[in-house]
């Protein structure tokens, strides 16, 4: 009996052992799944699971119950990886409702880092997350909701030299931005969202086109505005996503799209669907068609003229002597020279912050020669020229956001300038406000 | 002598910010000798609904790329793009396409 008691301790003792090196063994390997990865690793295939634990039949009951999925399309989900393409305000509700759904493995890719202004929309980011790498972020929310997903952060941009490679791995591509790609035929469910009003298309799919067949030129760069000109309402986003995650849920599950050779508009405005017929995979395409003259990947930056990034672009449309930096005005303040501070932006951002001293007119209103502003700035430069001795014209300081419409603005002031209003000396303020908040005046919000 | 057209123009995704922010127009065209196509009707929203910065809506005689056109709730490709006669209460839609998110 003794003898049994004591073999019976040392198998335990032995179990337990074994129980803390599996232990540790997961933990690794867990560890080496949330590392970060700025290039593309080959990764093994996903095994298909023979069939459902207890673990997974009581996570997943609420899904299991429909005839849609059941056990079969639970299957599928876990065999199946899908590529998220930025980890945003629409990759993180997708990345959030694949990952609690039991999809098998997710790629999350992002070139950026984590911002303030990032966390009404991107909500899998929270506020210590500010500076990290939104794949790592990403990732790790992700790995919270449910562990047994399998997640590979790239801390990168989708480029030409990395593109195929990346997503020959994943079998359902999510890119949220503008690809397109020859000789492949995965489904790419694409999303965007701006301002009220999300878009969605599965392209590459059921006989349905690709971005190329729908949109064969790309349009002009100044007509393209991102989240960061235009604002957006985060929730939209919010909802483009968690569609997203609907049509892939679909998909990976073996059921059909329903938004094969369709474009699904939203508009959170008037609390509208809509969805619009479009046309087939064209035989006359660029890169799918019959004789396809894209035969590689080609350089989007470079074929759009516009980099694929949310980043905001500087314009330059002026020599260096019709600038002044920030620095310079700074001075201007200081000295208290006479001078007249146009602020060109939009009213709605002119309510967010403002210099006192400026006045509001929008470039628009510039542009469209609106009387009752014309007549405002005649005033003022009018009045300036009274405190103003001799001759010399009057100083025209013009300041937007950032030092883009401001470029514009003095380009149409020139032109008025001596006409439509009496002669005068107009600069742009390089940088624009944000440059003042930056370099001058740190209490100065930032947007 | 074709009878005047009344139809629905829709503008969305950015393009209502050509004109004025308004989404929905209702316009009748008038009566002409030959019967209303698209590509007519793109002259005719450039002398009557845009006033400023056609180049933002149109290129040549057709819309600028990035802008979808819809022909009652279809891809305009499906329905014969430019030389698509237009017929009472069609229903137009412009749509800006929207890039990030």
Redesign the interface.
Same mark, same amino acid.
């Given at each position: 009996m003794a003898q049994e008691v004591s073999c019976l301790k040392a198998q335990l003792r032995e179990k337990e052992e074994e129980i803390v090196r599996l232990k540790n063994k997961l933990a690794q390997l867990e560890q080496v799944r949330t590392e970060l990865f700025d290039k593309v690793i080959p990764l093994t295939p996903l095994k298909a699971k023979a069939a459902l634990s207890n673990d997974d039949i009581m996570r997943y009951s609420r899904q299991l119950l429909l005839p849609e999925l059941g056990v079969q399309g639970q299957l599928n989900l876990s065999k199946t990886s899908v590529l998220i393409v +930025?980890c945003? +305000?629409?990759g993180c509700p997708l990345a959030q409702y694949l990952a609690a759904a039991g999809i098998g493995r997710l790629g999350l890719l992002d070139y950026d880092e984590v911002e303030l202004s990032n966390l009404h929309r991107q909500v899998l980011h929270g506020e210590k997350n500010q500076g990290q790498a939104k794949a790592l972020s990403a990732a790790s929310a992700v790995k919270r909701l449910n562990s047994t997903v399998e997640c590979i952060p790239y801390h990168l941009q989708l480029s030409p030299e990395n593109a195929l490679q990346l997503i020959q791995q994943y079998p359902a591509a999510n890119p949220?931005?503008?690809i397109c790609y020859a000789g492949q035929t995965l489904p790419l469910v694409s999303? $965007?969202?701006?301002?009220l &009003? +999300?878009?969605l298309t599965v392209y590459n799919y059921c006989g349905g086109p690709c971005y190329r067949c729908?949109? *064969? #030129? *790309? *349009?002009?760069r &100044?007509? #393209?505005?991102?989240?960061s000109d235009?604002g957006?309402l985060g929730v939209v *986003?919010g909802i483009?996503?968690c569609f997203q995650a609907l049509e892939v849920l679909k998909i990976a599950s073996g059921q059909v799209s329903s938004c094969c050779q369709k474009?699904v !508009?939203f508009?959170a405005q008037d609390a509208k669907f =809509? $969805? !619009?017929?479009? =046309?087939p995979k064209q035989a006359g395409c660029a890169v799918c068609g019959e004789r396809p003259s894209v035969t590689q990947l080609v350089d989007y930056e470079a074929f759009c003229g516009t980099a694929a990034t949310?980043k905001c672009r500087k314009l330059s449309l002026l020599s260096r002597d019709q600038r002044i930096t920030i620095q310079d005005y700074k001075s201007i303040v200081d000295n208290a020279e006479p001078h007249l501070l146009l602020d060109v932006r939009p009213l709605v951002e002119v309510d967010i912050c403002h210099l006192p001293v400026s006045l509001n007119i929008p470039l628009l209103s510039l &542009? &469209?020669k609106k009387s009752e502003d014309i007549r405002l700035l005649k005033e003022r430069i009018g009045q300036l020229k009274k405190q103003m001795s001799g001759d010399c014209q009057p100083p025209v300081y013009v300041i937007c956001k950032l030092g883009n419409d401001s470029q514009k603005a003095v380009q149409v002031l020139e032109k008025m300038s001596g006409s439509e209003v009496d002669s005068i000396t107009v600069k742009d303020i390089c940088g624009g406000l944000m440059a003042w908040a930056k370099r001058i005046d740190p209490t100065f919000p930032q947007y | 002598m074709a009878a005047p057209v009344a139809i629905h123009l829709e503008f969305g995704g950015g393009a209502e910010l050509l004109f004025n922010g308004v989404k929905e127009h209702h316009v009748t065209l008038p009566s002409q000798s030959e019967p209303w196509d698209v590509k007519q009707l793109l002259v005719w929203i450039q002398r009557n609904l845009l006033k400023e910065r056609p180049e933002l809506f149109v290129q040549g005689d057709s819309v600028r790329p990035g802008i979808l056109v819809l022909i009652n709730d279809a891809d305009w490709e499906l329905m014969g793009e430019l030389d698509y006669r237009l017929q009472d209460q069609d229903n137009i839609v412009f749509i800006s396409t929207l890039h990030g998110g």
């Amino acid at each position: 009996m003794a003898q049994e008691v004591s073999c019976l301790k040392a198998q335990l003792r032995e179990k337990e052992e074994e129980i803390v090196r599996l232990k540790n063994k997961l933990a690794q390997l867990e560890q080496v799944r949330t590392e970060l990865f700025d290039k593309v690793i080959p990764l093994t295939p996903l095994k298909a699971k023979a069939a459902l634990s207890n673990d997974d039949i009581m996570r997943y009951s609420r899904q299991l119950l429909l005839p849609e999925l059941g056990v079969q399309g639970q299957l599928n989900l876990s065999k199946t990886s899908v590529l998220i393409v +930025g980890c945003g +305000g629409l990759g993180c509700p997708l990345a959030q409702y694949l990952a609690a759904a039991g999809i098998g493995r997710l790629g999350l890719l992002d070139y950026d880092e984590v911002e303030l202004s990032n966390l009404h929309r991107q909500v899998l980011h929270g506020e210590k997350n500010q500076g990290q790498a939104k794949a790592l972020s990403a990732a790790s929310a992700v790995k919270r909701l449910n562990s047994t997903v399998e997640c590979i952060p790239y801390h990168l941009q989708l480029s030409p030299e990395n593109a195929l490679q990346l997503i020959q791995q994943y079998p359902a591509a999510n890119p949220l931005t503008y690809i397109c790609y020859a000789g492949q035929t995965l489904p790419l469910v694409s999303a $965007s969202a701006l301002r009220l &009003e +999300g878009q969605l298309t599965v392209y590459n799919y059921c006989g349905g086109p690709c971005y190329r067949c729908l949109y *064969p #030129v *790309p *349009p002009p760069r &100044e007509t #393209v505005t991102n989240c960061s000109d235009g604002g957006v309402l985060g929730v939209v *986003p919010g909802i483009m996503g968690c569609f997203q995650a609907l049509e892939v849920l679909k998909i990976a599950s073996g059921q059909v799209s329903s938004c094969c050779q369709k474009l699904v !508009i939203f508009d959170a405005q008037d609390a509208k669907f =809509r $969805s !619009i017929k479009l =046309r087939p995979k064209q035989a006359g395409c660029a890169v799918c068609g019959e004789r396809p003259s894209v035969t590689q990947l080609v350089d989007y930056e470079a074929f759009c003229g516009t980099a694929a990034t949310d980043k905001c672009r500087k314009l330059s449309l002026l020599s260096r002597d019709q600038r002044i930096t920030i620095q310079d005005y700074k001075s201007i303040v200081d000295n208290a020279e006479p001078h007249l501070l146009l602020d060109v932006r939009p009213l709605v951002e002119v309510d967010i912050c403002h210099l006192p001293v400026s006045l509001n007119i929008p470039l628009l209103s510039l &542009e &469209e020669k609106k009387s009752e502003d014309i007549r405002l700035l005649k005033e003022r430069i009018g009045q300036l020229k009274k405190q103003m001795s001799g001759d010399c014209q009057p100083p025209v300081y013009v300041i937007c956001k950032l030092g883009n419409d401001s470029q514009k603005a003095v380009q149409v002031l020139e032109k008025m300038s001596g006409s439509e209003v009496d002669s005068i000396t107009v600069k742009d303020i390089c940088g624009g406000l944000m440059a003042w908040a930056k370099r001058i005046d740190p209490t100065f919000p930032q947007y | 002598m074709a009878a005047p057209v009344a139809i629905h123009l829709e503008f969305g995704g950015g393009a209502e910010l050509l004109f004025n922010g308004v989404k929905e127009h209702h316009v009748t065209l008038p009566s002409q000798s030959e019967p209303w196509d698209v590509k007519q009707l793109l002259v005719w929203i450039q002398r009557n609904l845009l006033k400023e910065r056609p180049e933002l809506f149109v290129q040549g005689d057709s819309v600028r790329p990035g802008i979808l056109v819809l022909i009652n709730d279809a891809d305009w490709e499906l329905m014969g793009e430019l030389d698509y006669r237009l017929q009472d209460q069609d229903n137009i839609v412009f749509i800006s396409t929207l890039h990030g998110g």
